[in-house]
């Protein structure tokens, strides 16, 4: 059974860091990747980041890009969200999930990050 535990969140002030963590578990797919989306309040789900877990390629939402870096540790089944220069726009629920191809995504139930200005 697969199972996705997310950690790392918390309460940073505008202008800080801060890094996330996915710890992937029961994972028997041979071409998956990973990644992680975020809800605001009131707002949808949206992707941040993504990582394809053979050849670790990755991709990053617009808002994204220059400011986080999504990476993985293979031997671990992990991935991490470096998160930079964090804005109060940044606050949300960050979800991780397994996303094998070809079949239903795996999601973890998420790690609240606050950004205070």
């Known amino acids: 059974q697969v199972q996705v535990v997310e950690s790392g969140g918390g309460l940073v002030q505008a202008g800080d860091s801060l890094m996330l963590s996915c710890a992937a578990s029961g994972l028997t797919f041979s071409k998956f990747s990973m990644g992680w989306s975020r809800q605001a309040p009131g707002k949808e789900r949206e992707h941040v980041a993504g990582?394809?877990?053979?050849?670790?390629?990755?991709n990053y939402a617009d808002f994204a890009k220059g400011r986080f870096t999504i990476s993985r540790d293979s031997a671990e089944n992990t991935i991490y969200l470096q998160m930079n220069n964090l804005k109060p726009d940044d606050t949300a629920v960050y979800y991780c999930?397994?996303?094998?191809?070809?079949?239903?995504?795996?999601w973890g139930q998420g790690t609240q990050v606050t950004v205070s200005s």
């Open positions: 990582i394809e877990w053979t050849f670790g390629s990755t």
């Open positions: 999930a397994v996303r094998p191809y070809g079949y239903d995504d795996y």
